[in-house]
Nanobody, 121 residues
Framework: QVQLVESGGGLVQPGGSLRLSCAASGSIFSINAMGWYRQAPGKQRELVASITSDGSTMYADSVKGRFTITRDDVKNTVYLEMNSLKAEDTAVYYC???????????????WGQGTQVTVSS
């Protein structure tokens, strides 16, 4: 079984910073892409940032220059550093990783349980 556990969410004032972490554990043969999504109330889930196994990154236009995604392949963990936070960044943030549990099973997507980020004064 593969599990993704997120941490680091919370309440922060506008202009503040937060760092989200998502650790993958369990039966893991290899990890391909890792990413962060978010879903605000009444809105669809959207991609925030992603990082491939070779370190290539992409960001939603709304977070470019403010958010940074990184990964630690020794710890099987992906991070999202969020700076200059705005009220519109308020959402539940989910991590997703494309993981191959063993060499006999193809890659598939796994999701974390979500962590709430609230930006408010």
């Amino acid at each position: 079984q593969v599990q993704l556990v997120e941490s680091g969410g919370g309440l922060v004032q506008p202009g503040g910073s937060l760092r989200l972490s998502c650790a993958a554990s369990g039966s893991i043969f290899s990890i391909n892409a890792m990413g962060w999504y978010r879903q605000a109330p009444g809105k669809q889930r959207e991609l925030v940032a992603s990082i491939t196994s070779d370190g290539s990154t992409m960001y939603a236009d709304s977070v470019k220059g403010r958010f940074t995604i990184t990964r630690d392949d020794v710890k099987n963990t992906v991070y999202l550093e969020m700076n200059s936070l705005k009220a519109e960044d308020t959402a539940v943030y989910y991590c997703k990783s494309t993981i191959r549990p063993n060499k006999f099973i193809p890659y598939r997507d796994y999701w974390g349980q979500g962590t709430q980020v609230t930006v408010s004064s």
